[in-house]
């Protein structure tokens, strides 16, 4: 009996010790308070970081004399999302960091490394990210601040990701105390793609509306006759502007992005089922994405006032979101309703080009149903057509989206600019998500700039 017991303890230890070295391995030594990390470091050269044509993002130079130094070839371009190695780890060199410190050279050369004690070369991750979108995405935002997500809809990979003000990962050392003073909010280490929350403005409509058709079938009925806003009681939502739209439908509404047609519709809705809604579409939640991320939040409760209603409706009021999460959502939209899981790497393989591991697209969960991504196409497609949008209605293919004007100052002076949307091609399409911060009109610049990366995306196709 106790021999028995003994090599079924044996046996358990055994699987652990395998489950632990194929699936809790990585995560363990990843973790930045492991100490073995370290001696990982000591043993093998870190191997580069790649984009999806083999591009090199990150590498590590060896001295004569044995002094390692991170490069990262392109500067600021990738500094967020390929992050740093040195004053601690960011961004994929966070992420990947285990296939980074494991070599999976030919084990003949690793042991006659070892026997002549020089270090085995790490194995190179080849991510997710397009070098070209990346470099339209990042001149297209240019100098203003603010953020840029690139998702391929039908896989989740992502293709490009920017955060301005940035940093250059090749001098962390001699710059780390001034990038760390002040705000973290504010700090240019800050990835305001993923970590960022802003005010969504007239993006938020989007979900508006999708609330709308799910409590009245009839939604297609709507009419509104717009004079520049909508006063309920002592309190007044204006247009854009000012702006009087007149008699207009439920389309006509969206895509001319009418604040008091949609205010109005806000003091129509269930609260209850409309924060069931937004918390369906990951608000109040963590996103699904391997890198540090922000929770938006939907606060808006069931007794909520006029004003609040009002405001929630169009985007105003406390409810937040980040870039990443927008994209996500449109995405969706694209996708007929499913959300495939954000990610980052594409494969590991050894430095001289085996292949080791490969990460493979998953379905994170149906945020709607087809029918209402459908809709919601049709509506986001009119906004490019006859709508906000119309400066992507030239490009030759078809493209979705829904531009935002989202005001962050109490007297209502300051805005930052959002567009959200996709491309319709068929052919492996892509949504983005573009914030711009502290500027004003989203069809004066935000629009622009999903114009460059859209441009570049289909030139490249």
């Not at 083999?54 to 999302?81: M, N, Q, S």
Request: charged residues 25%.
């Amino acid at each position: 009996m106790i021999t028995y017991l003994f090599v079924g303890l044996f046996v358990l230890m055994s699987g652990y010790f395998v489950y632990f070295e194929a699936v809790l391995s990585p995560d363990v030594i990843n973790n930045p308070y492991n100490s073995r990390q370290e001696s990982f470091a000591e043993r093998v050269v870190r191997g580069n970081i790649l984009s999806s044509d083999g591009t090199v993002l990150a590498r590590t130079k060896v001295a004569e004399d044995g002094t390692e130094t991170r490069e990262y070839p392109f500067g600021r371009l990738f500094a967020h999302v390929v992050g740093y190695s040195t004053m601690g780890r960011t961004g994929i060199e966070s992420l990947a960091n285990f296939s980074l410190l494991t070599s999976n050279a030919f084990i003949g050369e690793r042991i006659s490394r070892e026997l002549r004690d020089e270090k085995n070369i790490g194995d190179n991750v080849v991510t997710t990210l397009d070098a070209n979108l990346q470099q339209a995405a990042y001149d297209a935002l240019g100098n203003q601040k603010g953020a840029v997500v690139v998702l391929e809809v039908e896989t989740g990979r992502v293709l490009a990701m920017v955060s301005k003000p940035d940093y250059d990962p090749n001098r962390m050392e001699e710059d780390w105390e001034l990038l760390t003073k002040g705000d973290e909010s504010e700090s240019v280490l800050y990835n305001r793609a993923s970590q960022g929350l802003y005010a969504p403005g007239s993006t938020f409509k989007i979900i508006t509306l999708l609330e709308y058709m799910r409590e009245n079938k009839d939604y297609e009925d709507f009419t509104f006759n717009c004079q520049g806003g909508l006063t309920q009681g002592d309190y007044t939502i204006s247009c854009y502007g000012k702006t009087v739209h007149g008699e207009e439908d439920l389309r006509e509404a969206f895509a001319k992005s009418c604040n008091g047609a949609f205010a109005s519709i806000g003091l129509s809705l269930d609260n209850e089922a409309f924060k069931t809604t937004c918390e369906g579409l990951l608000f109040n939640t963590d996103l699904p994405v391997a890198i540090p991320s922000s929770k938006s939040s939907f606060a808006m409760e069931s007794g909520a006032e006029d004003p609040e209603q009002m405001m929630t409706a169009i985007g105003q009021g406390k409810t937040m979101v980040s870039p990443l999460h927008m994209a996500m959502i449109v995405s969706s939209i694209a996708n007929k309703g499913v959300l495939m899981r954000p990610y980052f790497l594409d494969c590991v393989e050894s430095y001289t080009g085996g292949r080791v591991k490969t990460y493979r697209p998953s379905v994170y969960k149906n945020l709607m149903t087809e029918e209402e991504a459908g809709a919601l196409k049709t509506y986001m497609e009119e906004v490019v057509v006859s709508g906000t949008g119309r400066g992507l209605n030239d490009l030759g293919f078809p493209v979705a989206g829904k531009t935002g004007t989202a005001e962050y100052s109490s007297d209502k002076t300051k805005s930052h600019a959002w567009f959200a949307g996709f491309s319709d091609t068929g052919e492996k399409d892509i949504a983005l998500c573009v914030v711009v911060e502290e500027m004003g009109s989203s069809s004066e610049y935000s629009v622009p700039i999903a114009r460059k990366i859209f441009a570049a995306w289909n030139s490249g196709r």
